[in-house]
């Protein structure tokens, strides 16, 4: 089974300063899909990037990039120029890309990213 | 993006009565779509996978005869919480995928909050 770990229960960065939330997940599948995902207190679900296993190109989104190691299997969100509207829960996410798997997330424990003005 | 939506957002109700929570994809149709449970500060759980037109698919440690899933249409899917009891007081989330493979992204609701007392 897919297991997804991320170490870091809680963090803080300072405005304008960068973070990084690293993800760790192990998996014998060899396509899959990497996620995250950003919930903030409102609680609604917001996809920030996602990144296909077959890319060796990281993923990037504006302020928010990838470090995207398959091998260590590995999937770490960089946010630059950090915002007070990034403080936020945030979610590493596994989906298999097996069709009958049906397309379900897995998710880690997640990660409280706190920003000081 | 694609809008999911779900009704009641937040629900009170006596130990022992029954709760139904609807979710909906507004603008596209869902063949599939996920229900997750979360406990404050905690990461979502997948309880179950839920297919238009069939059985739904329950992942190991839920209930089915206390959590019914039904996906009637291609845009409806309706979990049911039987006789309640205050331990099922907790954040349920449901999702769909645009569409079914692929990095598709999830889109999710915007989460039914009960409490049972």
């Known amino acids: 089974a897919q297991t997804v770990t991320q170490s870091q229960p809680e963090m803080s960065v300072q405005e304008a300063e960068t973070v990084t939330l690293s993800c760790t997940y192990d998996?014998?599948?060899?396509?899959?899909?990497l996620f995250w995902y950003k919930q903030p207190p409102s609680r609604q679900m917001i996809l920030v990037i996602r990144?296909?296993?077959?890319?060796?190109q990281n993923a990037t989104e504006n302020r928010f990039s990838v470090n995207f190691q398959k091998a260590a299997k590995s999937f770490s969100l960089k946010i630059s120029d950090s915002q007070l509207g990034d403080a936020a829960m945030y979610f590493c996410?596994?989906?298999?890309?097996?069709?009958?798997?049906?397309?379900?997330?897995?998710f880690g424990q997640g990660t409280e990213l706190s920003v000081k003005p | 993006g694609a809008v999911v939506s779900q009704h009641p957002s937040w629900v009170i109700c006596k130990s022992g009565t029954s709760v139904k929570i609807e979710c909906r994809s507004l603008?596209?149709?869902?063949?599939?779509m996920f229900w997750y449970r979360q406990f404050p500060k905690q990461s979502l759980m997948l309880m179950a996978t839920?297919?238009?037109?069939?059985?739904?698919?329950?992942e190991q440690g839920v209930e089915k005869d206390k959590f019914l899933i039904n996906h009637a249409s291609l845009t409806l899917s309706t979990l049911t919480v039987t006789s309640a009891h205050p331990e099922d007081s907790s954040f349920y989330i449901c999702?769909?995928?645009?569409?079914?493979?692929?990095?598709?992204?999830?889109?999710f609701g915007p989460g039914t909050r009960l409490t049972v007392l």
């Open positions: 999702s769909a995928p645009l569409r079914a493979g692929g990095p598709n992204e999830q889109f």
């Open positions: 998996t014998s599948e060899s396509d899959y899909y």
């Open positions: 990144q296909e296993a077959y890319k060796q």
């Open positions: 996410a596994y989906r298999s890309g097996l069709y009958n798997q049906g397309g379900k997330l897995i």
């Open positions: 603008d596209f149709q869902a063949t599939t």
């Open positions: 839920s297919n238009e037109g069939s059985k739904a698919t329950y």
